[in-house]
């Protein structure tokens, strides 16, 4: 999306990333600190699934891995 943003390929904005030290990087999250965090979720949004939790962690600073 930011790279449609400012009009270029995304191929192009990572290689300009990378070049500068720009890296996007997975939080720094044990299993049972994430364990945690979902659990809460569920216990608010019982019904709630995948997109949602990552949509909750990301919305909390947090950057995971879908799988």
Known sequence: ???KTL???RNM???Y???HGVERKYSDLTNTDLDLL???FKKKRP???IRYIVGYLRRHGLR???R
């Open 1 to 3: 999306e930011l790279a």
């Open 7 to 9: 009009g270029v390929h």
């Open 13 to 15: 904005l990572q290689r």
């Open 17 to 19: 990333m990378k070049h």
């Open 38 to 40: 979902i659990k809460e």
């Open 47 to 49: 019904d709630s699934g």
């Open 64 to 66: 995971v891995q879908h």
